[in-house]
Nanobody, 126 residues
C-alpha cells in the first residue's frame, strides 16, 4: 500500500507564500509522474500542477502559472509545490497524487492517478 503524506499547509495572508511537501512511500517513486490537485467544498477536484518522473516536463493550470512551482527530489522521495503570491481563491484542500505508469505524459484528469494523499488545508485570507 503506497502512502503519500502531505505537509506544509496552513493559513497565510494574501500575497504570502507556502511550500507544500509530499512524501510518497513507494520504492519506485522515481519512475512515476506526480501531481498536485486541490478541491473546495461542492466542486470537483482540480488539477493544479504536474511533473514527469525525471522533472523534464511540468504542467500548470492557467490560474497558478507564474505563481506556483512544482518540483521533485527523487533522491529524497519528495515532491514540492511552492506557492507564491497566494490569493484567497487558492484556498482549498490540496492533494498529492502519483501515477502508476512510467511515461512522459502529464494528465490533468484525476482518473490517471492511482495513489492519493489525505489532503492538506491551505487557507488564504484577504
Amino acid at each position: 500500500q503506497v502512502q503519500l503524506v502531505e505537509s506544509g499547509g496552513g493559513l497565510v495572508q494574501a500575497g504570502g507564500s507556502l511550500r507544500l511537501s509530499c512524501a510518497p512511500s513507494a520504492r519506485t517513486f522515481n519512475t512515476y509522474g506526480m501531481a498536485w490537485f486541490r478541491q473546495v467544498p461542492g466542486k470537483e477536484r482540480e488539477f493544479v500542477a504536474g511533473i514527469t518522473w525525471n522533472s523534464q516536463s511540468t504542467k500548470y493550470v492557467d490560474s497558478v502559472k507564474g505563481r506556483f512551482t512544482i518540483s521533485r527530489d527523487n533522491a529524497k522521495n519528495m515532491v514540492y509545490l511552492q506557492m507564491n503570491s497566494l490569493k484567497p481563491e487558492d484556498t482549498a484542500v490540496y492533494y498529492c497524487a502519483m501515477r502508476n505508469i512510467g511515461d512522459q505524459w502529464i494528465f490533468s484528469s484525476a482518473n490517471y492517478y492511482l495513489h492519493w494523499g489525505q489532503g492538506i488545508q491551505v487557507t488564504v485570507s484577504s
